[in-house]
């Protein structure tokens, strides 16, 4: 079982840059594929990001040259840095995690743990 706790959301002006944070525990978190997705307001839950163990990342392309994610395997910690916010980006945002070895996928079945979202709201 891998617990997932996010930070970092918030209200933010269009343009602004918000950071946020999922602290993982429970397994060997290098061993784990992470990743964020969002889901705004009458919309289906979307892929944003993730990261393999060895560093290899994927973006949705709407957020791609915004939108950076990294992790720390020593701290458990996998972070969304987000520039260039625009209201479109308004949305809860997920952490998730999985152990399997199979290719990355951005549909929301693939993935088996998820945190509990955090709210990040750009305004106008």
């Known amino acids: 079982q891998v617990q997932l706790v996010e930070s970092g959301g918030g209200l933010v002006q269009a343009g602004g840059s918000l950071r946020l944070s999922c602290a993982a525990s429970?397994?060997?978190?290098?061993?784990?594929?992470m990743g964020w997705f969002r889901q705004s307001p009458g919309k289906e839950r979307e892929f944003v990001a993730a990261?393999?163990?060895?560093?290899?990342?994927t973006y949705y392309v709407a957020v791609s040259g915004r939108f950076s994610i990294s992790r720390d395997n020593a701290k458990n910690t996998v972070t969304l840095q987000m520039n260039s916010l625009k209201p479109e980006d308004t949305a809860v945002y997920y952490c998730?995690?999985?152990?399997?070895?199979?290719?990355?996928?951005?549909?929301?079945?693939?993935?088996?743990?998820w945190g509990q979202g955090t709210q990040v709201t750009v305004s106008s």
């Open positions: 998730v995690a999985d152990g399997k070895k199979t290719t990355v996928a951005a549909t929301t079945s693939w993935w088996g743990y």
């Open positions: 429970g397994r060997t978190f290098s061993n784990y594929v």
């Open positions: 990261i393999t163990w060895s560093g290899d990342s």
